[in-house]
């Protein structure tokens, strides 16, 4: 079992950055399969991005070229980096486990408008 908390969502602007954590309250180290996730308004949730605990990566088409997954497992943290944002980006964004079941986080709100 294991907590994900999300931060470090907010509002900015179009072509602007953000940096997403998703902090879990044990070593992720053993955990295979982590990522990120997305839900806009009347819009299903889809996946983002995902990483391996031998840090294999793979993308949505969509933001290809623009984020970056990461995780840390001395600080037992998953990262997105969102760079040239855009606002069809503008969504709730989770982080997701499999331990060995599926833990989500409870999401944070990414807006990007002008």
């Known amino acids: 079992q294991v907590q994900l908390v999300e931060s470090g969502g907010g509002l900015v602007q179009p072509g602007g950055s953000l940096r997403l954590s998703c902090a879990a309250s044990?070593?992720?180290?053993?955990?295979?399969?982590m990522g990120w996730y997305r839900q806009a308004p009347g819009k299903q949730r889809e996946m983002v991005a995902i990483?391996?605990?031998?840090?294999?990566?793979t993308y949505a088409d969509s933001v290809k070229g623009r984020f970056t997954i990461s995780r840390d497992t001395a600080k037992n943290t998953m990262y997105l980096q969102m760079n040239s944002l855009k606002p069809e980006d503008t969504a709730v964004y989770y982080c997701?486990?499999?331990?060995?079941?599926?833990?989500w986080g409870q999401g944070t709100q990414v807006t990007v408008s002008s």
């Open positions: 997701k486990a499999n331990a060995p079941y599926d833990y």
């Open positions: 990483i391996t605990s031998v840090g294999i990566t």
């Open positions: 044990r070593s992720i180290s053993s955990i295979y399969v």
